[in-house]
């Protein structure tokens, strides 16, 4: 084992207050849909609830501003630098915030161990933050050559560069089939093959470039974005993660709480979409929002990110 790699797992046995170190100051994170988050949470001095993707902190930030005094924030992230980044953005609020590395999907596990009880709301940001996006090392960005990583929580086994250079063609094609919607995924699959040894994320950027066929490239989104959402999917276990949580979240939810999802791709939209549906039909909630909420043109113009974002909203009754 590097010794890189060991000090990671001697550094996530302690609490993030104690592994807050000095704080990268990369890029400050801007969160979506701030205004209509706040709105639709029924924000009010004293009331719980849980950012199940925690982030730099900008929303936990603007939450702990309307809960206080009296409230809670229980804040959720599987990466490390993240915690770091949020622990500080939210030191002034320390004696009302409680962090806690982990996944989502063990959301439940999650709050038994707090021994808090029922929510006022939950909120999951299903994006990556710009904390994620601007720090190349992390193999998330298109734009910005590093290694082919992508794994949210870097002690994860499975990177995206195993993902890339041990599947086989077929394993490789469904993936970025699936997880990307990617019409021209035998053809990328194929090339991928052809080209391994591949190591980092401007090399499988250009592979994708020089397979998907020229008119492609008129459109604003980058040939390579759905190859790379898919395999950040895969490496991270996203779409399942969000199967498990969401039932968690309603069972945490108080009578009149409500749970937020902001997803930025049809994938999870329509996870999101199918279970708030369904939660509703069986009598268990009520869809606040018939249509997802969408970023208003001038969040768009100031925060591009924001373009594919939809926010759901559900309340328990």
């Not at 639709?40 to 930030?61: F, Q, S, V, W």
Request: glycine fraction near 8%; hydrophobic fraction near 40%; include cysteine.
């Amino acid at each position: 084992m590097h010794d890189e790699d060991l000090r990671h797992r001697q550094d996530a046995d302690r609490p993030p207050e104690e592994k807050i170190g000095k704080v990268k100051e990369r890029v400050v994170h801007e969160p979506v849909l701030l205004r209509e988050v706040l709105e639709y949470l029924n924000l009010a001095p004293g009331r719980k609830i849980i950012d199940c993707t925690l982030g730099g902190g900008g929303h936990a930030e603007a939450i702990l501003e309307r809960i206080s005094p009296g409230g809670k924030l229980i804040g959720i992230d599987r990466d490390d630098e993240a915690l770091k980044a949020a622990l500080a953005r939210l030191e002034r609020f320390k004696d009302s915030v409680i962090l806690r590395k982990g996944n989502f999907r063990d959301l439940g596990s999650i709050l038994s161990t707090l021994g808090i009880g029922e929510f006022d709301g939950f909120l999951f940001d299903l994006g990556l933050s710009s904390l994620q996006l601007e720090a190349k090392e992390r193999g998330f960005s298109i734009k910005l050559d590093g290694p082919l990583d992508m794994r949210m929580d870097r002690e994860d086994p499975i990177n995206a560069r195993f993902i890339v250079n041990r599947l086989s063609e077929i394993e490789l094609e469904t993936i970025i089939r699936k997880y990307g919607e990617e019409r021209f995924s035998k053809k990328i699959a194929k090339e991928i093959i052809r080209e391994r040894p591949i190591e980092t994320t401007g090399e499988l950027a250009d592979i994708v470039h020089r397979t998907v066929p020229g008119w492609m490239r008129r459109y604003k989104i980058d040939p390579a974005t759905r190859t790379f959402q898919a395999l950040r999917i895969a490496v991270n276990d996203e779409l399942e993660s969000l199967k498990s949580a969401l039932p968690e979240a309603l069972r945490y939810t108080k009578k009149g709480g409500r749970i937020c999802v902001i997803a930025y791709h049809s994938l999870e939209d329509r996870i999101v979409k199918n279970a708030f549906r369904d939660y509703a039909k069986a009598g268990k909630a009520v869809l606040v929002t018939k249509k997802p909420i969408i970023a208003a043109r001038q969040e768009v113009i100031d925060n591009p990110r924001s373009r594919s974002a939809k926010l759901r909203v559900l309340e328990r009754v």
